[in-house]
């Protein structure tokens, strides 16, 4: 089940993210859409992780992050909404990338769902592994 997104009225959202982690100044952040990939990004590589809430919100936080950790290593965990039309999550994410001297990162997905970032490829892989 997916849920609306609520942010509260007039609050600045751009270049805020929610962190999963600990950012140090040389280290590998990962920044992500939504907050359940962030906690499985989190889980699973031990690396800090920038929820930035949704794909549009990507660019600012990467930039926000270069400004403050001009050594990190930024890498763009990308949704990849292949079912609709353009793909924004993969192309807000390779755009945020590439705006920071980052790397992208793309999920690998099934065929057999509709897995659309990595918190659903877990979850696929671990059902995948149950049966």
């Excluded at 950012?23 to 590998?28: K, L, N």
């Excluded at 890498?75 to 909404?81: L, R």
Aim: with cysteine; aromatic share 6%.
């Amino acid at each position: 089940m997916s849920w609306p997104k609520r942010y509260a009225a007039g609050a600045p959202t751009a270049g805020t993210f929610y962190l999963l982690g600990r950012i140090t100044d040389d280290g590998i952040i990962i920044v992500c859409e939504g907050a359940a990939t962030g906690a499985t990004l989190h889980r699973e590589t031990r690396h800090a992780v920038a929820c930035a809430m949704d794909a549009g919100n990507l660019l600012a936080v990467c930039r926000a992050l270069r400004a403050r950790y001009p050594l990190a290593d930024i890498v763009a965990a990308a949704d990849d909404d292949r079912d609709t039309t353009g793909n924004p999550g993969r192309k807000a994410a390779t755009a945020a990338a590439g705006a920071v001297g980052g790397r992208v990162a793309f999920p690998e997905l099934c065929r057999a769902c509709r897995c659309t970032d990595f918190n659903d490829q877990s979850a696929c892989e671990r059902r995948r592994g149950a049966a």
